[in-house]
């Protein structure tokens, strides 16, 4: 398996621009999760799907950010206007319930986003 | 609120030093904690553990859980500067499959 992957992996934007990110989680997990990681505070939790459907969205900043899982093997994070403070490394992750026999939440290699 | 703090935030060693990390939460219906190593790109899994006591041991890397303190300990001995990265801990909890990362500690090995 390839692993999660998600694109694009660096996004350079002007303010007030739309922003769309994306990700494939590996085949045959059943959760999928967005993070938002920042120096200052570290992890955050933004969204997580078990089965497609959204569970916990609380993590969410605001209006601006939504998120949407079509079918098992695609999600999009959307950020609409982007604004500055919304620049960090997006990274989505998926699991089997909780982490399998391993206890794994694995990683994609994070959107890199930068809105000036 | 579920949390999980982190300390020291950043540490700086030299080479061949032996660090030890901690990993304190408070969360409801604690399932397993989860250690990560971030080093450029996205976190690499270390070690899960579930039970209070029992070691966990990968070269020269080892963790431990201590589920009365509600605390976990990272040990890395005879650092190399490849060891440099941050070290993420998180938590699983037993309802709705939830992850909880503290902030990191950044590990720094000079030569």
């Known amino acids: 398996d390839a692993g999660v992957i998600q694109s694009p992996r660096h996004e350079v934007t002007e303010m007030g621009q739309e922003v769309t990110l994306r990700c494939k989680p590996i085949?045959?997990?059943?959760?999928l999760f967005w993070y938002r990681q920042t120096m200052m505070r570290g992890l955050e939790l933004l969204i997580y799907?078990?089965?497609?459907?959204?569970?916990?969205d609380s993590g969410m900043p605001e209006d601006r950010f939504s998120a949407k899982m079509p079918n098992a093997s695609f999600s999009t994070l959307k950020i609409q206007p982007s604004e500055p403070r919304d620049s960090a490394v997006y990274f989505c992750a998926s699991s089997l319930a909780y982490g399998g026999d391993t206890g794994e939440l694995f990683f994609g290699e994070g959107s890199r986003l930068t809105v000036l | 609120e579920d949390k999980v703090v982190q300390s020291p935030l950043s540490l700086v060693v030299h080479e061949g030093d032996t660090v030890t990390l901690n990993c304190s939460y408070e969360?409801?219906?604690?399932?397993?904690l989860l250690w990560y190593k971030q080093e450029k790109k996205a976190p690499t899994f270390l070690f899960m553990l579930t039970s209070s006591g029992i070691e966990k041991k990968s070269g020269r890397l080892s963790s431990i859980l201590d589920k009365k303190e509600l605390s976990s300990i990272l040990n890395i001995t005879a650092t190399q500067t490849g060891d440099s990265a941050i070290y993420l801990c998180a938590v699983v909890t037993n309802t709705g499959n939830q992850f909880y990362f503290g902030t990191g500690t950044s590990l720094t090995v000079i030569p």
């Open positions: 799907f078990n089965n497609n459907v959204p569970i916990d």
């Open positions: 085949s045959g997990h059943d959760y």
């Open positions: 969360v409801t219906n604690f399932r397993s």
